[in-house]
């Protein structure tokens, strides 16, 4: 068994690693990434060897950045549950990062989804959605530029009895819309340290037709700062700080030195920035610090299960779906020079089945964020770790079995589909187990 997990290992090395290694990420692509090749004096132990497997487990424990006592805090800061004195809203969607994330352990992900919208302007660009509101003397309050609709306000409430900042879609009007499921955020950690170059490579090595999009965003931790985008549905967001200052301000109503200034204002009490304690760290610190999602064990190394994974790279999903990366190594300074990857993180061998790239598979939900317009109706590969606690498939949750995700994909993915309609019933089958094992 050890000797096939090797071959199986070696194989996928071969197919997906050596090739990255021999593209000359220069010739075909014009980022000017910041975490290239920034590999700063190491001084200290000597360099490791060669890459090691990441740490995985839905456990509750810590990869190894932090002590289990420090994990532990981290993790009680992001399932701290906020409320108005703490500044929750004006508008929010939940009062927790842990009621979005949180199956089968804290960090993970869940059924939630969120609303979004926006229209097309006369010169067909995409224009995010405008909500009015109502204040205590029944005067608008307009919230334009942001096409995440939250679901849950503050007010009306004892001290507002009269205001309305419940955002709705207007009666009339922003006819594009989506809802986006939640993500699994375990590993998140691993995939942060990937560097730039590593995501362009993927992208030269997939073939004509299938190349996935590489974005480049802001940095919120270095203003001015930019890297390539790995996190969201869209790639919006390229590191966890960025991330968590956005979710406290966006999903939370809780203002952050990185997102400093309200949606609205409306029956707001609570001075900016409203993360007295910085509580972004503690999140950020949480993520990076949780194992990567592990697979089944059991069916992994059943035969059906073997075979399915032999099928997925045969027919292409692999293309996509990428198998294995590694990260970037320890002491490579990322995040716009504000993080320098840590040993517990760098040199990692991580099995994602992502590419944390943009792909127009025909889902596309039509929303624009933070990239150029093409992006419009791309999604990100999901990557398939932890596949098997999702019961909600793609970004809407619309798909309720593998199957129905899989015949989904059109676009770019299409040979591939046609390739899985082309299996017959057995294959179909030991496919599906394998993404059951994941
Ligand atoms: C109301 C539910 C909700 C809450 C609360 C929430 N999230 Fe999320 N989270 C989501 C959804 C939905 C997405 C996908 C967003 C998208 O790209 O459209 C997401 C995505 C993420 C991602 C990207 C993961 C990846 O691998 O791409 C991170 C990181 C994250 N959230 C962190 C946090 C943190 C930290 C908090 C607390 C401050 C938080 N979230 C609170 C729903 C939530
Ligand atoms: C061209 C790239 C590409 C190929 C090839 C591809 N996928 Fe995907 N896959 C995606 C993208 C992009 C998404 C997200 C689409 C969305 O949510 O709208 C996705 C989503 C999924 C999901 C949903 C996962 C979740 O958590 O919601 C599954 C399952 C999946 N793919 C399996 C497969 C399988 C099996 C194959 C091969 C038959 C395959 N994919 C081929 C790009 C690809």
């Given at each position: 068994?050890?000797?096939?997990?090797?071959?199986?290992?070696?194989?996928?090395?071969?197919?997906?690693?050596?090739?990255?290694?021999?593209?000359?990420?220069?010739?075909?692509?014009?980022?000017?990434?910041?975490d290239v090749g920034s590999t700063?004096?190491?001084?200290?132990?000597?360099?490791?060897?060669?890459?090691?497997?990441?740490?995985?487990?839905?456990?509750?424990?810590?990869?190894?950045?932090?002590?289990?006592?420090?994990?532990?805090?981290?993790?009680?800061?992001?399932?701290?549950?906020?409320?108005?004195?703490?500044?929750?809203?004006?508008?929010?969607?939940?009062?927790?990062?842990?009621?979005?994330?949180?199956?089968?352990?804290?960090?993970?992900?869940?059924?939630?989804?969120?609303?979004?919208?926006?229209?097309?302007?006369?010169?067909?660009?995409?224009?995010?959605?405008?909500?009015?509101?109502?204040?205590?003397?029944?005067?608008?309050?307009?919230?334009?530029?942001?096409?995440?609709?939250?679901?849950?306000?503050?007010?009306?409430?004892?001290?507002?009895?009269?205001?309305?900042?419940?955002?709705?879609?207007?009666?009339?009007?922003?006819?594009?819309?989506?809802?986006?499921?939640?993500?699994?955020?375990?590993?998140?950690?691993?995939?942060?340290?990937?560097?730039?170059?590593?995501?362009?490579?993927?992208?030269?090595?997939?073939?004509?037709?299938?190349?996935?999009?590489?974005?480049?965003?802001?940095?919120?931790?270095?203003?001015?700062?930019?890297?390539?985008?790995?996190?969201?549905?869209?790639?919006?967001?390229?590191?966890?700080?960025?991330?968590?200052?956005?979710?406290?301000?966006?999903?939370?109503?809780?203002?952050?030195?990185?997102?400093?200034?309200?949606?609205?204002?409306?029956?707001?009490?609570?001075?900016?920035?409203?993360?007295?304690?910085?509580?972004?760290?503690?999140?950020?610190e949480f993520m990076r610090a949780?194992?990567?999602?592990?697979?089944?064990?059991?069916?992994?190394?059943?035969?059906?299960?073997?075979?399915?994974?032999?099928?997925?790279?045969?027919?292409?999903?692999?293309?996509?779906?990428?198998?294995?990366?590694?990260?970037?190594?320890?002491?490579?300074?990322?995040?716009?020079?504000?993080?320098?990857?840590?040993?517990?993180?760098?040199?990692?061998?991580?099995?994602?089945?992502?590419?944390?790239?943009?792909?127009?598979?025909?889902?596309?939900?039509?929303?624009?964020?933070?990239?150029?317009?093409?992006?419009?109706?791309?999604?990100?590969?999901?990557?398939?770790?932890?596949?098997?606690?999702?019961?909600?498939?793609?970004?809407?949750?619309?798909?309720?079995?593998?199957?129905?995700?899989?015949?989904?994909?059109?676009?770019?993915?299409?040979?591939?589909?046609?390739?899985?309609?082309?299996?017959?019933?057995?294959?179909?089958?030991?496919?599906?187990?394998?993404?059951?094992?994941?």
């Amino acid at each position: 068994m050890k000797l096939l997990k090797l071959a199986v290992l070696l194989f996928f090395m071969a197919v997906f690693i050596l090739p990255l290694a021999f593209n000359d990420p220069v010739k075909s692509q014009t980022i000017s990434a910041t975490d290239v090749g920034s590999t700063p004096d190491v001084s200290g132990p000597p360099p490791p060897t060669g890459p090691t497997e990441a740490p995985v487990g839905f456990d509750n424990q810590t990869n190894g950045l932090v002590n289990q006592p420090e994990f532990n805090r981290a993790q009680g800061v992001f399932e701290d549950v906020e409320v108005i004195a703490n500044g929750l809203g004006p508008v929010y969607n939940a009062q927790s990062c842990r009621e979005c994330h949180q199956n089968p352990v804290t960090g993970a992900i869940s059924q939630i989804t969120e609303l979004r919208a926006g229209h097309l302007d006369s010169a067909g660009n995409f224009v995010s959605a405008t909500v009015t509101l109502q204040d205590e003397q029944g005067n608008p309050v307009i919230v334009a530029n942001r096409s995440l609709i939250n679901d849950r306000a503050i007010c009306p409430n004892a001290q507002f009895p009269n205001s309305q900042a419940q955002e709705r879609i207007p009666e009339s009007g922003e006819p594009i819309r989506t809802f986006r499921t939640s993500l699994n955020t375990l590993g998140d950690g691993f995939v942060e340290a990937i560097l730039d170059t590593t995501l362009v490579n993927i992208r030269n090595s997939q073939p004509a037709g299938m190349q996935g999009q590489v974005i480049v965003v802001p940095v919120a931790e270095n203003p001015g700062a930019t890297r390539v985008g790995r996190f969201g549905w869209k790639n919006q967001v390229p590191s966890l700080l960025t991330f968590s200052g956005d979710a406290y301000l966006n999903e939370m109503g809780i203002t952050n030195r990185l997102f400093p200034a309200e949606i609205t204002t409306l029956c707001d009490t609570v001075a900016d920035p409203e993360d007295t304690k910085n509580d972004i760290d503690g999140f950020a610190e949480f993520m990076r610090a949780t194992k990567a999602p592990s697979r089944n064990g059991l069916l992994a190394n059943t035969a059906n299960a073997q075979a399915g994974s032999v099928l997925f790279g045969q027919i292409g999903c692999a293309i996509c779906h990428v198998t294995t990366i590694v990260t970037a190594p320890v002491g490579t300074v990322i995040n716009g020079g504000t993080f320098t990857v840590p040993a517990a993180l760098g040199n990692k061998v991580i099995h994602p089945f992502g590419d944390f790239l943009l792909h127009d598979v025909g889902t596309g939900d039509g929303i624009l964020q933070n990239g150029p317009p093409e992006t419009r109706n791309k999604m990100r590969t999901v990557p398939l770790w932890g596949v098997r606690t999702r019961d909600r498939l793609m970004h809407d949750g619309e798909s309720l079995t593998f199957t129905q995700a899989i015949l989904r994909h059109q676009g770019e993915a299409i040979a591939v589909t046609n390739a899985f309609i082309g299996l017959t019933d057995a294959q179909k089958g030991q496919l599906i187990t394998f993404l059951k094992s994941l």
